[in-house]
């Protein structure tokens, strides 16, 4: 059975940093397109971030330059590095195997001072 467990949220300050992790299960990993997808309350969904097999990687114009996405095959974890956080970039975020569209359940960061 395919399973991501995402981790790493939290409460943060605003301008400060946080490291989300996902960690599958069940699948080759190496060859899987990882993404993290966000949602804030009343919000629509958000591609945040994608990292191909290869280490390609893309962003959502509103975190490049702060987030930064990357992978460890050995480890079947995809890393989401986040810093200078805004408010606005508070949201549940989600670890997506892109072609499989399968879901983790979701780690909640909350930017507030």
């Known amino acids: 059975q395919v399973q991501l467990v995402e981790s790493g949220g939290g409460l943060v300050q605003p301008g400060g940093s946080l490291r989300l992790s996902c960690v599958a299960s069940?699948?080759?990993?190496?060859?899987?397109?990882m993404a993290w997808i966000r949602q804030a309350p009343g919000k629509q969904r958000e591609l945040v971030a994608s990292?191909?097999?290869?280490?390609?990687?893309n962003y959502a114009d509103s975190v490049k330059g702060r987030f930064t996405i990357s992978r460890d095959n050995g480890k079947k974890t995809v890393y989401l590095q986040m810093n200078s956080l805004k408010p606005e970039d508070a949201a549940v975020y989600y670890c997506?195997?892109?072609?499989?569209?399968?879901w983790g359940q979701g780690t909640l960061v909350t930017v507030s001072s």
């Open positions: 069940g699948i080759t990993f190496s060859t899987a397109i």
């Open positions: 997506r195997i892109v072609s499989l569209d399968i």
């Open positions: 990292i191909s097999s290869g280490g390609t990687t």
